[in-house]
């Protein structure tokens, strides 16, 4: 796979970046969210989908993936968002969380340190997800110990 252009647009910088990547059916919501995410204060990644024709999901997670690793916060948005949390939490590092309402947000970086948002845009209604994203870059990992020993029994989950 050939290497894809990331636009960045314009931000005011003060608060890190934001990546966003979708396929069609999450396209309307990656362009609303990236607004609001550049209004907070944030650097704003966009690794595609650039409009609503038909493209295959697994295509836009890699990028993604690799700006979160290399620190960005990640936003993943499809039909559903179950093949995009599918795929991104195949990658070593990543803590790739569905999300439907805020409080689901909260929890997924507060007990879980997720890394990645998730949104199902056939799902969620754009001011639900607009809450989301919100709350989900605005929510400190809370780090007790029970959520690390948690996070760690994970991250080493074999057969």
């Known amino acids: 796979m050939s290497e894809r252009v ?11 970046t934001v990546v966003f990547g979708s396929d069609h ?18 650097t704003v990644m966009d690794c595609g989908a650039h409009s609503a024709e038909a493209v295959d999901y697994p295509d836009f997670i890699i990028p ?4 979160v ?9 499809c ?4 093949g995009m949390s599918i795929g991104a939490n195949r990658f070593e590092g990543i803590g790739a969380a569905l999300c439907f309402d805020s409080l689901m947000a909260k929890f997924s ?13 056939r799902f969620i209604g754009i001011e639900e997800a607009r809450s989301c994203l ?8 809370e780090g007790e110990d029970r959520h690390v020993r948690r996070i760690e029994k994970l991250d080493k989950l074999t057969i």
């Open 6 to 16: 990331i636009n960045i647009l314009e931000g005011n910088h003060k608060k890190g």
């Open 25 to 42: 059916a999450g396209f309307e919501y990656k362009e609303l969210l990236k607004k609001a995410a550049q209004t907070w204060g944030y």
């Open 64 to 67: 993604v993936v690799k700006e």
């Open 69 to 77: 690793l290399a620190g960005a916060k990640g936003v993943l948005i």
């Open 79 to 82: 039909g559903s968002g179950i």
């Open 109 to 121: 970086r507060t007990h879980n340190n997720a890394n990645i948002l998730v949104l199902g845009e």
């Open 134 to 141: 919100e709350t989900f870059l605005n929510t400190p990992f």
